[in-house]
T-cell receptor, first 115, second 112 residues
Framework: DAMVIQNPRYQVTQFGKPVTLSCSQT?????MYWYQQKSSQAPKLLFH???????NEADTPDNFQSRRPNTSFCFLDIRSPGLGDAAMYLC??????????????FGPGTRLLVL | QKEVEQNSGPLSVPEGAIASLNCTYS??????FFWYRQYSGKSPELIMS????GDKEDGRFTAQLNKASQYVSLLIRDSQPSDSATYLC????????????FGKGTMLLVSP
């Protein structure tokens, strides 16, 4: 089945220790998104790729970086995690050209804990 | 500033009742509207999408859109305990590629 996969599902890191979260998709969608969601809050868009074009939200901290080496994979790098970065990180994909409705499909998420 | 507002709840309904979830949005240019269901600790799951004024039905779910009032709602008929979750309203302002703006979600509790 076509899907969005995130690894790992749970990640524990230490304060200041770099961490990388991974997202892959078999939907062949050209847009990939990274969201941060904290408890009882709405998902907050960090950045997204439209094909290879990177789009950073204005209020995304520099501590967060992303890479998209090919259509299928996208990575979220947190260079120096702080306690406030503990959250669920959600990857989503969409294909505006194939789907005029621009539906976004979410992966299962990665729960990040910072000690 | 694009805003999507939802009552945080919880909205409590008995099993078998109709649950009504509401959402308002600030940008009159909004064109696409989505309802996602999110169970605790899980990722959002698409329930319904709607683009034109009026009602759209899918099984027990009905989405209603009124662009003049900038209002979108989700009705869940014959509510089941398994419907207990947070329901997120999300809006896309422009077609031809744009990003989702989410509301904070309404928690629904369906009691047996």
């Amino acid at each position: 089945d076509a899907m969005v996969i995130q690894n790992p599902r749970y990640q524990v890191t230490q304060f200041g220790k770099p961490v990388t979260l991974s997202c892959s998709q078999t939907l062949n969608h050209n847009v990939m998104y990274w969201y941060q969601q904290k408890s009882s809050q709405a998902p907050k868009l960090l950045f997204h790729y439209y094909d290879k074009d990177f789009n950073n939200e204005a209020d995304t901290p520099d501590n967060f970086q992303s890479r998209r080496p090919n259509t299928s994979f996208c990575f979220l790098d947190i260079r120096s995690p702080g306690l406030g970065d503990a959250a669920m990180y959600l990857c989503a994909t969409s294909s505006p050209y194939r789907d005029s409705q621009e539906t976004q499909y979410f992966g299962p998420g990665t729960r990040l804990l910072v000690l | 500033q694009k805003e999507v507002e939802q009552n945080s709840g919880p909205l409590s309904v008995p099993e078998g009742a109709i649950a009504s979830l509401n959402c308002t949005y600030s940008d009159r240019g909004s064109q696409s509207f989505f309802w996602y269901r999110q169970y605790s600790g899980k990722s959002p799951e698409l329930i319904m999408s709607i683009y034109s004024n009026g009602d759209k039905e899918d099984g027990r779910f009905t989405a209603q859109l009124n662009k003049a009032s900038q209002y979108v709602s989700l009705l869940i008929r014959d509510s089941q305990p398994s419907d207990s979750a947070t329901y997120l309203c999300a809006v896309i302002v422009n077609s031809g590629y744009s990003t989702l703006t989410f509301g904070k979600g309404t928690m629904l509790l369906v009691s047996p």
